[in-house]
């Protein structure tokens, strides 16, 4: 899986360290694609992370074979 940052989550991400890409395509491959509320073509996905059993939220735009991460976070 290609992605490609926004400018906020290129930003974000000196402070989240441990989100990393890996999590990322985890949590966008075991979750249902959840329209936005906020922006219409964007989507969110909702998964809970293995290891830690933390919830991870990613919102993400998908273009033709590439993903653009907005943002991610921790729910918990």
Known sequence: ???EYSFHWKKQKRFRPE?????IEL???NSD???DKEWPDAFNAI???PPSGRILKVVYKSKSKVIKIITAFWLD
Do not use: P
């Open 1 to 3: 899986m290609k992605f």
């Open 19 to 23: 989100i990393t890409d890996d999590l």
């Open 27 to 29: 949590c966008i491959l």
């Open 33 to 35: 694609k959840l329209k």
């Open 47 to 49: 998964s809970r992370i």
